[in-house]
């Protein structure tokens, strides 16, 4: 028995969570497959190809995969599951979204957000916001997993040949309509494969404010992030939202900007190799986890930083 | 039609968790309880549809032990019509709840139900994806808007490139993000006049659904806990140590 990964992806170029999730599977140790399902996604099924350590490319190339409707694609993933011993997709809000269906129609119970492989059977994933690590066992037949992609390193995405296979699809569950995304265009990098993310909190008092750290983010290469406080607040949209019910990040280098460091934010960063502060509140949270901290106004500290990271 | 509800107790969002010395678990005696924060907004959205005339009745239901009735009496208190407790010993999964919720609508027909994307104690996010499998209902996750016209569903989803417009028809699952309204405060008159709403007890095996879990949880420890940095005198300091020390920059 063999694992599927399921690959995520925009039906032009696979997204880097599926290479964290290859890792993930590869410390489960069996034959790795990788599922494309999705429209016109050819281009997604080569670059999948290449990556080392896969056996083969299934891809189910049809009108209905589109827009990763849930329905439709658990019920492909249902139909191809009785091949694999594992199947794995990264935690991503499309994975979230469709492996619970096929859990449920497989009767058996997923294993969310995993930030460890024990052995094929054990796992652990965090509970409570991070604030413990749960390792548990699964005694189901099959065992459906989603991958916290912070947790793996990326595989390596040349040097493969897995072979490509065409696949049929399962049909439209004509269940939901997709009517149109709106998603936010960016040319820095993706928050959560960044190498360097810099967030505002509710210290930055108004949204034309995220203006600064974009100046600094923009000279460091940097994806520009907020906690919950300041999506909250109106001041950026929710998908900038590090913490526990946003996104989970943790790059090389983290930067805090008049963020208190709240329970739910921590547990979306605290994973990050270096943790900087800037807050004016020397008793914030934020400090506690912080590598290094500078208690000052934040609106003197990041002008002062843009100018001096040349 | 009726709007089902279901809530879940969990330990008070502001309440730090603390790991058992056995690691069997987290502390759960003497530690503040409170409903999970994503199911105040479920019971929120369930309430201004019926407000908005376009439901008759919202049913609150809770799946635990017996002090899981409070959660309920919360969720009377903000304007559910009446509550349905499904008491069980221990702890159950998200695929065990899914079932129980499963044999509810199929005994209490409602055309939506309204979840919490996922509870914020074990964050799993399953319950109503599965329960929608299993109903093979239309499901829309992670919501943050919703609009009812006629029997149609309309509603936007926060996913993580932005958002994602979809349509279905009714009966439906939804399950809400944080950003989909606010919850009221339930007022001391309507606390009072939550303690006489009625409230149904039931068991599992009630509805014959076995709730034996399929995880073994082997153990559950602290994080790796960070050391505590340094608190630098200026922002030359800083760049200084981000280049030369840590090498990030």
Known sequence: MSILIIAEHDNQNLSAATLNTVTAASEIGKEINVLVVGHNCSNVSKQCSQIPNVKSILEANSEEYKNFVAENVSKLII????????????????????????????????????????????????????????????????????????????????????????????????????????????ERPELTSAKIVISGG????????????????????????????????????????????????????????????????????????????????????????????????????????????? | MKILVPVKRVIDYNVKVRVKPDNSGVELANVKMAMNPFDEIAVEQALRIKEASHAEEVIAISIGPQESQDTIRTALAMGADRGILVKTEHDIEPLAVAKILKSIVEKENPELVILGKQAIDDDCNQTGQMLSAFLNWPQTTFVSNLELKDKNLLSVREVDGGLEHMECSLPAIVTVDLRLNEPRYASLPNIMKAKRKPLEEISPSDLGVDTSKRLEVLKVEDPPSREAGMILGSVDELVDKLKNEAKVI
Do not use: C, W
């Open chain 1, 79 to 186: 139909d191809l599951s009785k091949d694999y011993s594992h199947i794995l997709a990264p935690s991503s809000t499309t994975g979230k979204n469709i492996m619970p269906r096929v859990a449920a129609l497989l009767d058996v119970m997923q294993i969310s957000d995993i930030i460890k492989v024990v052995d094929d059977e054990t796992f652990q994933r965090p509970i409570y916001a991070g604030n413990a690590l749960s390792t548990v066992k699964s005694n189901d037949k099959i065992k459906i997993i989603t991958v916290r992609s912070t947790a793996f390193e990326a595989s390596e995405n040349t040097g493969g040949s897995a072979e490509i296979k065409s696949i049929n699809g399962s049909g439209d569950t004509d269940l939901s309509k997709f009517l149109k995304s709106e998603l936010s265009s960016s």
């Open chain 1, 202 to 310: 509710r210290g930055m008092q108004d949204g034309s404010n995220f203006g600064m750290l974009e100046k600094v983010a923009d000279k460091l290469g940097a994806a520009v992030g907020a906690s919950r406080a300041a999506v909250d607040a109106g001041f950026v949209p929710n998908d900038y939202q590090v913490g526990q019910t946003g996104k989970v990040v943790a790059p090389n280098l983290y930067i805090a900007v008049g963020i208190s460091g709240a329970i739910q934010h921590l547990a979306g960063m605290k994973d990050s190799k270096v943790i900087v502060a800037i807050n004016k509140d020397e008793d914030a949270p934020i400090f506690q986890v912080a590598d290094y901290g500078v208690v000052t106004d934040l609106f003197d500290a990041v002008p002062e930083l843009d100018s001096k990271i040349n």
